[in-house]
């Protein structure tokens, strides 16, 4: 089992930026790829950003590139996602997943979920 609580996340004006962390308890944390979704209300959940367990590779929506960044501190079990240039549409509850070594677009995929945590982007 993994668990996982993300924080950072809250209201901010368009434009702004925001750095939310996925922290990991329970088995080896670098034996996971991990992976950035979100869901707006009514909406599906959708990938954001994904790195795989060494951090080598990392993947991004098209929503996401060039805004965002996932990075990862194996030692400190962690997976941050740093927003940048927020938009509207970028308003979501935005979770955390892990699935074992590889990292994907499919939230299918990913067996480990946290609670999420809510990003407000007002205009």
């Known amino acids: 089992q993994v668990q996982l609580v993300e924080s950072g996340g809250g209201l901010v004006q368009a434009g702004g930026s925001l750095r939310l962390s996925c922290a990991a308890s329970?088995?080896?944390?670098?034996?996971?790829?991990m992976g950035w979704f979100r869901q707006a209300p009514g909406k599906e959940r959708e990938f954001v950003a994904a790195i795989t367990w060494s951090g080598s590779n990392t993947y991004y929506a098209d929503s996401a590139k060039g805004r965002f960044s996932i990075s990862r501190d194996n030692a400190r079990n962690t997976v941050t996602l740093q927003m940048n240039s927020l938009k509207p549409e970028d308003t979501a509850v935005y979770y955390c997943?892990?699935?074992?070594?590889?990292?994907?677009?499919?939230?299918?995929?990913?067996?480990?979920w946290g609670q999420g945590t809510q990003v407000t982007v007002s205009s």
């Open positions: 997943a892990a699935r074992p070594f590889i990292a994907t677009q499919r939230a299918d995929e990913y067996a480990y």
């Open positions: 329970g088995r080896t944390f670098s034996n996971y790829g």
